[in-house]
T-cell receptor, first 113, second 112 residues
Framework: DAGITQSPRHKVTETGTPVTLRCHQT?????MYWYRQDPGHGLRLIHYSYGVKDTDKGEVSDGYSVSRSKTEDFLLTLESATSSQTSVYFCAISGTTGPGELFFGEGSRLTVL | GENVEQHPSTLSVQEGDSAVIKCTYS??????FPWYKQELGKRPQLIID?????GEKKDQRIAVTLNKTAKHFSLHITETQPEDSAVYFC???????????FGQGTTLQVKP
């Protein structure tokens, strides 16, 4: 497996609280992604990064922000969590010189009460 | 932006039969089309991919076909086995952007 870890793996929080999920890679891959997975919706892209401090929005970016201050870390922040953000969040990495195969982390299950 | 539609949402076949999953995409600039398999409780993993300069690609029992004119691509699994049971996702992207959009997924059940 590619060297990619997500933390925390499980989190339960209350509506209105801030939450940050961390994705850490040891592969020096340029591209990093955050997806959420919900039944019936597949994998939906939240934000992605194509380099340090270079990020772009995905399909469902409202309510989420990201930061990438160094190659190995990509942070996903929910400024004020809502119940609709209860989901499984997957980080993925791709390519040293260009995008291609995605390697996924193990996922982070977030429950917002 | 890119939109990917995947059908069917569920598919049940008898062991040994073939399975076909179809996807359509909206952005004619897309040129990279991977397929991922996700077993229950696991992370998605790439099983095969195709780029727009080829029409078909095979890897043992798995094949993918691409029709750029019609903007659709399909996954074919022959001689299905129980271990093929999983959720399969298609995806599309422009390879120079890295932005990969997935379809909604197909749950494949292979009955012994």
């Amino acid at each position: 497996d590619a060297g990619i870890t997500q933390s925390p793996r499980h989190k339960v929080t209350e509506t209105g609280t801030p939450v940050t999920l961390r994705c850490h890679q040891t592969e020096n891959h340029r591209y990093m992604y955050w997806y959420r997975q919900d039944p019936g919706h597949g994998l939906r892209l939240i934000h992605y990064s194509y380099g340090v401090k270079d990020t772009d929005k995905g399909e469902v970016s409202d309510g989420y922000s990201v930061s990438r201050s160094k190659t190995e870390d990509f942070l996903l922040t929910l400024e004020s969590a809502t119940s609709s953000q209860t989901s499984v969040y997957f980080c993925a990495i791709s390519g040293t010189t260009g995008p291609g195969e995605l390697f996924f982390g193990e996922g982070s299950r977030l429950t917002v009460l | 932006g890119e939109n990917v539609e995947q059908h069917p949402s569920t598919l049940s076949v008898q062991e040994g039969d073939s399975a076909v999953i179809k996807c359509t995409y909206s952005d004619s600039a897309s040129n990279y089309f991977p397929w991922y398999k996700q077993e229950l409780g696991k992370r998605p993993q790439l099983i095969i991919d195709i780029r727009s300069n080829v029409g078909e690609k095979k890897d043992q029992r798995i094949a993918v076909t691409l029709n750029k004119t019609a903007k659709h691509f399909s996954l074919h699994i022959t001689e299905t086995q129980p271990e093929d049971s999983a959720v399969y996702f298609c995806a599309a992207s422009m390879s120079n952007t890295g932005k990969l959009i997935f379809g909604q997924g197909t749950t494949l059940q292979v009955k012994p």
